[in-house]
């Protein structure tokens, strides 16, 4: 079965400063990526996803992710935080060449940004 | 438009108890899953519909989880014989087709069992 790693549990973060928050996958087959959110007192809500074609994607609110198949990662990136994206994200993984349609979650990485 | 609505937000029950937990998708997405989130973990895969059947149960922990959807729009997920263990939130996602989409989640109903 395939899991899925986020090794950063807690970023502290100030304002403007850049962000890079790790997330590796196990499956070594064909994969749909994805970068969920959750603000506080709300649900989850996508941020980006990745299916095919470039591994380069950009998401809402200034945020982005590199798919590098080689290293089986799909980081998450913003050049520079704001306060309001103090919030939990989470990586999620779907095996794309099975036929299942589950996603695999991450155990989050909750960033706090500070003024 | 209306996102995923569940229900209850919240259920306090009993261990022993059975519960029933109620899941609004997306008008329209023929996809609905259900996943649990235990504190400080993601969300964790239990059930898959595809309109009316599920089409893949392979989360479900044991045999005290079912969920049905008979008419292809509302899902219930029920818990029998509930234990401590059986404590998180559940959430519930819809999705548009039969093809892997973007999933959209419901706020959760946080269920614990005393």
């Known amino acids: 079965a395939q899991s899925v790693s986020q090794h950063n549990h807690h970023v502290i973060l100030s304002e403007a400063a850049s962000l890079e928050l790790g997330c590796n996958y196990s499956y070594g087959g064909t994969v749909n990526l994805f970068w969920y959110v959750q603000y506080p007192g709300q649900h989850l809500q996508l941020l980006l996803k990745y299916f095919s074609g470039d591994p380069l994607v950009k998401g809402i609110k200034g945020f982005e992710a590199e798919f590098i198949k080689s290293k089986f990662s799909f980081n998450l990136r913003k050049p520079s935080v704001q306060w309001s994206d103090t919030a939990e994200y989470f990586c999620?993984?779907?095996?794309?060449?099975?036929?299942?349609?589950?996603?695999?979650f991450g155990s989050g990485t909750r960033l706090q940004v500070q003024p | 438009g209306a996102g995923v609505s569940q229900t209850p937000s919240n259920k306090v029950t009993e261990k022993g108890k059975y519960v029933e937990l109620r899941c609004d998708p997306i008008s329209g997405h023929t996809a609905l899953y259900w996943y649990r989130q235990s504190l400080g973990q993601g969300p964790e895969f239990l059930i898959y519909f595809q309109g009316t059947g599920a089409a893949d149960d392979s989360g479900l922990p044991n045999d005290r989880f079912f969920a049905v959807r008979p008419e292809g729009s509302v899902s219930t997920l029920k818990i029998q014989r509930t234990e401590r263990g059986d404590s998180a939130v559940y959430l519930c996602a819809s999705s548009l087709g039969d093809r892997v989409n973007e999933q959209f989640f419901g706020p959760g109903t946080r269920l614990t069992v005393l």
């Open positions: 999620a993984v779907n095996v794309g060449d099975t036929g299942r349609r589950a996603l695999t």
